[in-house]
Every structure is written in C-alpha cells, then in structure tokens.
C-alpha cells in the first residue's frame, strides 16, 4: 500500500495493568505489533509524516493513474503558473491519483512562486515534487507547498535569497521587508503541509540558525542527505512537537519513486497543454490591448447610430478578454453578468435618462470591479491563511489604470478626427450617398426628389431647435417645420439651438448654433 494514499493513525500508548488478564495481554500485544507493523508501513525510516488521503484498491487490471508536471525552468514568466494551474485542473478532472512535480528550477519571480503556491495547497490529490536536480530560490516554495518531497541523486533545495530582477541584492531596509513577506508565507505553508517549519524559514531568512545544519549569515540550502535525513519540528514553538525530515527519500527516477511509495502499476501522464489553453495563455499576455480595443470599438459604436462594425469588434474584444481570463480560472459567470449589467446602466444613463445619476455611477463601478475580479484570483475560502495575491491584485490595477490613461486621451482624438474620415462616413448615414441612391432611382422618383429638395432648398442656413437629443441624428424644429436631421458626428443636447449647414435631399446636416 502506498505511505501517502494511506490514511494516517494514532498510535495510543498505555501503560498495561498487573491485573489483566493473559487474554487481554496478548490482545493488547497485537494490536500493538499491527500498529508498529502499519506505521512502518505508513512512515519512511527518517520519521517523515504521512498526509490524511483515502485509500484507493485496485480493481482487477487496473493501474494508478499520474499526472507528470514538468518544471524545468526558470519561474519568470506567467507562462509557468498558466501551465501548471491548467496541469491542475486537467488531473483533478480526469481522478488522477496522484500528482508529481518533476522540478528542476534556479527560482524566479516571488509573485509567481505564490501564485503556484496558491493552486498547489488547495489540491485534495496527493502531490509529490521530485526534485531532479534543482529546488532553488522561488522553487523551494513551491516544493514544500506540495504534500510529499522526494530528492533525486545529487539534488538541492533552498536558497531562496531574495534579489533584485537584475540580479543585485537589495538595501538593507527592502531586503528584510521582502524577507519577512517571504518568511512568513514559507511558515503558513509548511504549517498547513506539515513540514519543517524553521527549515523551511532558513531558505529564505539567512539570520536562523539551526543546530547541526546551518549557521546565521546565509541562507539555508539543503543536499539530497541533509534534506532526507535531518529531522525538523513540525512546530518550533512546542518543544514537545513531532519532528519530520523535509524530505521522504532519495529516487533515481520517477518509476523508483512510485515503486518505493507502491504506486504501481501506474499509468503516467505527462501533461501538455492543449490549442484552446495556448490561444488562452497569449490572450492574457494582451489582455490589456484587448480591453482598450473593446473600450474603445463601442466608445465608437455610441457615436454612430444603430449597432455596425465598431459595436461587433468591441464585443469580440471583450468576449476574448473574458475568455482567456475564464480559461485561467481568473474570472467566471459573475464577472460577465456584472460586465453586461454595467453597460446596459450606463446606455440607460445615456440615451434614456437625463443627467448623470445613480445608473450612470453604478454601471461604472461594476464595469470597472469586473474588470478587476476578471484578472485577480480568490483566495480559497476553506484556507484562511491565504489571502489575496496582492501582486496579481497589483498587476490588475495597474492594467486598468494604463488601459483607461490610453482610453480617454483616444476618445477625444477620436471624436475630433473620426467625422471627417472615409472610415466613419461608411460606417454612418451618408447625406451625399443618400442623395446619390434616390437619384439612382427611377425616373419619377429622382423628379420628386429633386421638386422636394427645390422646396427646402431655403432652408439652408436656417436656425432652430433640437427636440431630441442629436447622437448624431435626432429631430429638430426649423422654421415652424419638424425635421429628421444629422449632425457631422458632434453630440447635441436637447434644447441647443441648431443651424441647417448643408441639405442634400431630404437630409438636413445640422451644427450647433452658438449665439
């Protein structure tokens, strides 16, 4: 039976009476023999503990099934969370047994490290790491957030130094803040996974010093033997406190390591990711263009009448925006209905509603908490240790505040230039086409036009009022008459007083009248 799909006991230990009988003497010594039998079964001979998990029998013909991760490089991009929250998801859904870390990193981005971090501890299917060859830096972290660590030959773990992105060490004041961060979560961490605690705190906080390990000046890197055999307490603070090795064994390759644990016969499983997953993980790399072509498209669509182009490549925009975070896990249904409800308020706001009240203000806030939640992920509400990554929370916030720093110096450029392009005219009601396509008409027709628009000819230069509001087309009181006009693209209140510029047809082209 497998030590880590086995569910751990307790081992009572009383003292036996002089007055018990023989029966019972001898019940009590098996007991004790199939206790001492099992923990031998359950425990490695260093002592390391063995995580509550169910134990699974084989059926006749099967074999366990093990989803391999590769982590072989270094922890810099988001690219690597990406592919193991994927990998995650991917063995939770097909019931894997098991989950191995085959790890060999020098480290990378803290902010990384916690987000892999995050995924890893909320797993409920056993997760090994296999260190082969390297544990280092941000890997250590991740190591010791998986529920069983096994050393390859010649491997390492630990020396998690915190350095600047060019390889610099920081000043004294920023290295003991980030050192204190990082300390703590390596202590909530292996508190809840059950390792060492102080080993764990010596990778990254080079003023401990332990005993027989390691000394206050660096940090601490552990060999294959000192992390398979130095035993640690699970809690310093309790002199009393069980000790645990950080590490299990020593493997020489992924079969030796499910044949020592008794995960055999095994079906293993080396994940990669799939096209959609692919397409998702550049989609977030662009996450930000995307939400300001979105914003942007139907920033455009509110300037032109009717639902055309601009409107559809804005919904695409965000559709994919939404998607690629959905993928992640990043954002779910919530965020798209808050999305959707957030623009229909403001459109409320705008076409329907005069001035700028409660809808206008409450669609705005939950377009901009959408956005927000959409690239920001939950801590798990059954870990209260864990809270937000405030990094990825960070890196949110600086998304939205770039993507609207660009999108309203755009919107203004836009609304000054677009009327006067070809782009636009295609796009909305073309006075000079319009005439043009009645004019192309049959004969009786084009005369009719043509008598109408003699008759209104004098309205050329006439002044009026706008009944409605011009977006850009609306009705207008001239001269006594009530007319269908269109601005060049201009906004017009309801109430301004308004001129006729140009009249093609039965098309009044209006400007607003400044007295």
């Known amino acids: 039976m497998s030590p880590i799909l086995a569910r751990e006991g307790t081992l009572p230990v009383t003292g ?45 013909g099967e074999t366990y099934k093990v989803y391999r991760i590769d982590l072989r490089e270094e922890i810099m991009s988001e690219d690597v969370p990406f592919f193991i929250h994927r990998a995650l998801v991917a063995a939770k859904a097909a019931n894997a047994d098991v989950i191995v870390i085959d790890m060999n990193t020098p480290g990378g981005r803290g902010d990384l490290m916690v987000e892999i971090r995050d995924d ?55 290295d003991q803040k980030m050192t204190s961060i990082l300390q703590a979560e390596a ?14 705190e010596a990778f990254f906080d080079r003023n401990i010093s332990i005993d027989g390990l390691t000394t206050a000046g660096m940090v601490l890197t552990m060999d294959q033997r000192q992390a398979t055999q130095f035993a640690g307490a699970l809690d310093p603070s309790d002199p009393k406190s069980a000790t645990t090795t950080l590490a299990s064994f020593i493997a020489e390759d992924m079969d030796d390591l499910l044949k020592h644990d008794g995960i055999w016969p095994v079906q293993v499983v080396s994940y990669e990711l799939t096209w959609s997953e692919v397409l998702a993980k550049w989609l977030l790399k662009f996450r930000g263009v995307l939400l300001l072509i979105g914003l942007g498209a139907l920033f455009i669509e509110l300037k032109t009448p009717g639902i055309g182009v601009p409107g559809a490549i804005g919904v695409v925009a965000l559709a994919l925006f939404f998607w690629g975070n959905y993928v992640a896990d990043l954002s779910g249904i919530i965020e798209i209905v808050m999305m959707v409800l957030g623009l229909f308020l403001l459109a409320l706001e705008i076409f329907i509603i005069p001035g700028f009240g409660v809808a206008g203000v409450t669609g705005i806030f939950l377009i901009l908490s959408s956005l927000i939640m959409a690239m920001v992920k939950l801590p798990p509400p059954d870990l209260p240790d864990v809270g937000f990554n405030m990094a990825m929370l960070g890196g949110a916030l600086w998304t939205i505040i770039w993507v609207f720093a660009a999108f309203f110096p755009l ?37 009719g036009t043509a008598e109408m628009s003699a008759k209104t000819e004098d309205l050329l230069g006439k002044t009026g009022e706008a009944m409605t509001d011009l977006r850009p087309a609306g009705t207008a009181v001239v001269a006594g008459r009530r007319l269908d006009v269109v601005t060049e693209g201009e906004y017009i209140a309801r109430g301004a007083k308004i001129r006729i510029v140009r009249v093609l047809g039965n098309v009044y082209t209006v400007e607003e009248h400044r007295t």
């Open 187 to 200: 202590r909530s961490t292996a508190i809840y996974k059950r390792h060492p605690v102080r080993i764990c």
């Open 16 to 60: 036996a009476s002089k007055s018990r009988n023989v029966f019972r003497t001898i019940l009590v010594s098996l007991c004790l023999c199939a206790s001492f039998a099992q923990a031998k079964e359950d425990v490695s001979p260093a002592g390391h503990r063995v995580n509550e998990f169910t134990t699974r029998t084989l059926e006749s």
């Open 411 to 447: 919107a203004w450029v836009l609304s000054k230039i677009l009327p006067h392009t070809g782009v636009y005219r295609t796009l909305v009601l073309n006075p000079e086409r319009a005439a043009r396509a009645g004019q192309s008409a049959a004969e009786r027709v084009r005369a």
């Open 120 to 174: 890893l501890i909320q797993m409920k299917i056993p997760v090994y790491t296999y260190v082969n060859d390297w544990a280092v830096s941000a890997g250590s972290l991740v190591a010791i957030s998986t529920d069983r660590i096994v050393m390859s030959p010649h491997s390492i773990i630990g020396g998690a130094q915190v350095i600047s992105g060019g390889g610099q060490a920081l000043n004294e004041a920023v």
